[in-house]
């Protein structure tokens, strides 16, 4: 087994490990510090069957049914599936997810705290995934916008990226938005948290899934994103995942910004993702 650090601000490399050996406690025990640690972990080349990726899961937590349920696996209600492949001309999963900077689920009252996220059928060349860790966000903010947004909340939505759905038919947008916010109702999160296992301060928000930082004008709240967009946007303040087969990702979700790339088109993708609630 080989292990190194990413970038000097996320993610830790596992290389050189088989199924058998990833099952042994000293070595997922050393995983899992890792992960809580430097927010992401990644380990090369582990081919995994559903169940073994949901059992791997359960060891670090509860595995939780998605909370859209369409997007589910046909026969684990644990994984989500994305992909763009087709069998029997029937859609293998859902096309495009997560093509923004996001935190996985945020739009929810409880979002799950791990992601793992296995590399089932993956290009090696383009469908990348790009991460950013939270606290090193919080701490490139202006002095001046942590002093403001300490103690604020954030208002969390999935209005802005529900998926047109067979009951929206015949609908007004503004009524399929009212449909949206009554089904999955706006939810606050605190905008500036603190890591239970670092201690670090972390940043809660990304325009994607909230509508506001609450208490403040339209016009703070645009300079607010268009700032958390900039500094995700550097490049030397963040880590670039180009998959190679069968790559197993495991991430805390409230401290991990990341964002997929889009694929050329023709080149087929799935992964299979299973949302982790805290043991």
């Known amino acids: 087994m080989h292990k190194r650090d990413l970038t000097p601000s996320i993610g830790v490399e596992y290389t050189g490990l088989s199924h058998d050996e990833l099952a042994r406690p000293e070595i997922f025990d050393d995983i899992v510090a890792s992960l809580h640690r430097r927010d992401l972990v990644v380990v090369r080349g582990i081919d995994l069957t559903p169940r073994q990726q949901i059992d791997l899961a359960a060891r670090i937590g509860r595995p939780v049914p998605f909370l859209l349920a369409d997007w589910r696996h046909p026969e684990f209600a644990e994984i989500l599936v994305s992909s763009n492949e087709r069998k ?9 997810v997560g093509h923004f900077w996001h935190q996985d689920s945020s739009f929810d009252a409880d979002p799950s705290a791990y992601t793992v996220l296995h590399g089932v059928n993956v290009p090696q060349d383009c469908g990348h995934t790009v991460f950013a860790a939270a606290a090193d966000v919080y701490d490139r903010l202006p002095q001046e916008w942590k002093e403001l947004l300490d103690d604020r909340v954030g208002l969390h939505t999935l209005t802005k990226q529900q998926r047109i759905a067979p009951e929206h038919v015949g609908l007004s947008i503004a009524e399929v938005r ?7 109702p706006p939810v606050e999160h605190p905008v500036v948290r603190r ?16 509508d506001r930082v609450v208490g403040l004008d ?7 994103f268009d700032l958390v967009d900039t500094l995700l946007a550097d490049p030397d303040h963040t880590y670039t995942h180009r998959w190679t087969p069968h790559d197993l990702l495991l991430w805390k979700t409230a401290t ?9 088109p023709g080149i087929r993708r799935t992964v299979h993702r299973v949302s982790v609630a805290a043991a």
């Not at 201690?199 to 994607?208: P, S």
């Open 178 to 184: 009212a449909l949206v916010a009554r089904q999955y």
């Open 256 to 264: 991990t910004y990341h964002v997929a790339t889009d694929l050329p």
């Open 218 to 224: 339209a016009n703070q709240n645009e300079a607010f």
């Open 88 to 96: 029997a001309g029937r859609p293998v999963g859902i096309e495009r």
């Open 195 to 210: 890591d239970p296992h670092t201690g670090r301060r972390f940043l809660y928000a990304a325009r994607a899934y909230m």
